[in-house]
């Protein structure tokens, strides 16, 4: 079969799932299967893939015609410029949590912080923390997952994109500093926790139920790790420190309060470009 036939008919499989885009993603398998990019798909239409290919490409389709995200199949995804690897066992970095990176890079030139230290809680791939540290060298960072196999992905993407300052630690939120204490305080505490309430939890779009649950679920109200980290991350940041939280839609005010009562000052709810409460952050008192 020839490129462009195979084109169409992946096409036309892919319109079978609502939560595809059908002639783009079947472009883009096909691409990293062939291992050319999308403009020669269209300058070679004609030109014939072998069979071993293209059964390959249908088993593919197929998959992702069954709600297998696509992510996954291409075992990578590009976040805030850079190429991650990503596969089942980790949560698939989302374009919305750029944001919140965005955030802590500005607040760090802004405030021209030379050296700081930053930890985020809950890595996953590494998105948020290895994007941090490409854009602002020099800091002293550290990533702790409870999951192993996202600590693994997380460190192969450090690898990957020559990233030497983050160190990264298995952990069951800040258990790991608890026997140990840290010499010094952090001046940024980031996490973009599992925050999905448990009724949310039984209408999961087919694609993110191959998700790891313990990136998704945030215990009954969505709430349970903005409560826990919040209250934490008072005895691990400097006086003034940044702590930062991406959100679900709903839960800016919720949050807010969370923070409020722990005593946090400052408090700002960060809107994404379609005025979607996205982000918030607080200093310690
Ligand atoms: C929503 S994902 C965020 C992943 C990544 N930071 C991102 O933004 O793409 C939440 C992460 O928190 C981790 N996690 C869940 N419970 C944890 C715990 N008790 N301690 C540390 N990490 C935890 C999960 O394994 C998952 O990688």
């Given at each position: 079969?020839?490129?462009k036939e195979?084109l169409k008919k992946g ?5 079978q ?7 783009l993603e ?16 269209y300058a070679?239409?004609d030109?014939?893939v072998?069979?071993?290919?293209q059964d390959?490409y249908f088993?593919l389709?197929d ?5 297998y ?5 291409l075992?990578?995804v590009e976040?805030f410029?850079?190429?991650f690897?990503v596969r089942?066992?980790v949560?698939?970095?989302?374009a919305d949590?750029e944001?919140?990176?965005?955030y802590?890079?500005d607040y760090?030139?802004d405030?021209n ?8 809680i ?7 923390i290895l ?6 060298p020099?800091?002293?960072?550290i990533?702790?997952?409870?999951s192993?196999e996202a ?9 990957n994109?020559n990233?030497s300052?983050v160190?990264?630690?298995k952990?069951d ?12 305080k952090f ?5 973009n ?5 448990r009724?949310e939890?039984k ?6 139920q ?7 679920f945030?215990?009954?109200d969505?709430l ?6 919040s209250a934490?991350?008072?005895y ?6 940044l702590?930062?939280?991406?959100i ?6 919720s949050?807010?309060?969370?923070l ?5 000052r400052?408090i700002?709810i960060?809107?994404d ?7 918030v952050?607080a200093?310690?008192d």
């Open positions: 079969m020839a490129i195979l096409t036309e499989l892919l319109k799932n609502p939560n595809s885009n059908p002639r079947s472009q883009v398998i096909l691409s990293k299967l062939l291992n050319v990019d999308k403009s020669f798909l070679h239409g030109l014939q072998e069979e071993s290919l390959e088993l389709i998959k992702r015609k069954n709600g995200p696509l992510q996954y199949l075992g990578e976040f410029g850079y190429n690897k089942e066992g949560l698939i970095p989302r949590t944001i919140l990176v965005s802590i890079i760090i030139n405030n912080l030379m050296n700081y230290k930053l930890l985020e809950g890595v996953g791939s590494g998105a948020i994007s941090i540290a490409k854009n602002c020099n800091g002293e960072l990533g702790v997952d409870i192993e600590l693994k992905i997380a460190k192969e993407n450090q690898d994109l990233v300052n160190t990264l630690l952990s939120l800040f258990e790991v500093f608890l026997n140990k204490p840290i010499k010094e001046d940024i505490i980031v996490s926790p599992p925050y999905i309430d009724e939890m209408e999961l779009q087919k694609e993110v191959y998700e790891p649950q313990i990136a998704l945030g215990g009954d969505g349970e790790y903005y409560k826990s980290i934490d991350a008072r691990f940041l400097k006086t003034g420190g702590l930062a939280f991406e679900g839609l709903k839960q800016g005010e949050v807010r309060n969370i409020d009562d722990l005593g946090y400052d700002s960060i809107k470009l379609e005025k979607r409460d996205r982000v952050v200093h310690k």
